[in-house]
């Protein structure tokens, strides 16, 4: 069964206030309705539960329907070498543009001065300076992600949801993981 958003997960998404940690928000960019919980487990490589928490939570539902509010757990199944290059393969397709290089802080920094520069110069330039500005005062992790929920929000407001989600999951797909897994320790 695919793993999809309810209503409480888009809330989240959108707030600027967070109440999820980076790698819960990070499952949830990529809960799109496309991937099984097993094709996220291993993309996430969820060893902690972090599926099963913001299933358990009522961020995640599982099945069919996008607007279930019903939430129904799969069970968790180990992730075999079939599965891990099914996933990859599934990844593969559902990205628009392929990325060969590896995940990092500064390919995820490059693709938000290309969301500023390619959403906000024509319609917003203010604020497009606002943002270039932000991402070259960002030091570290967590001040970079702030800003990228900022631009996600104001996205959301100027091209919709869909597009905030399908840029939220690129930004997922190259953020490092073992920084990931070191906020959630």
């Not at 959108?14 to 499952?27: D, F, M, T, W």
């Not at 990092?104 to 693709?111: E, I, K, P, V």
Request: hydrophobic content about 45%; some cysteine; aromatic content about 4%.
């Amino acid at each position: 069964m695919q793993l999809h958003r309810t209503d409480k997960a888009k809330a989240e998404l959108a707030a600027k206030e967070r109440l999820l940690s980076v790698r819960e928000r990070g499952a949830l960019f990529l809960a799109d309705g496309t991937k099984t919980r097993q094709e996220m487990m291993v993309l996430l490589q969820d060893t902690t539960g972090v599926l099963d928490k913001l299933v358990s939570e009522g961020y995640l539902t599982a099945g069919a329907s996008m607007r279930s509010e019903a939430v129904v757990a799969a069970p968790v199944a180990a992730a075999d070498t079939a599965v891990t290059t099914q996933a990859k393969a599934v990844m593969e397709r559902s990205s628009s543009d392929s990325f060969d290089g590896k995940r990092s802080l500064a390919t995820t920094r490059m693709f938000l001065f290309d969301i500023c520069e390619r959403m906000f110069v024509r319609k917003l330039p203010e604020l497009a300076a606002q943002y270039r500005e932000q991402l070259r005062e960002a030091r570290d992790r967590e001040s970079m992600l702030k800003i990228a929920d900022q631009m996600l929000f104001t996205v959301a407001q100027i091209a919709g949801t869909g597009r905030a989600d399908g840029l939220s999951e690129r930004i997922a797909m190259l953020l490092p993981l073992e920084s990931l897994e070191a906020e959630v320790a």
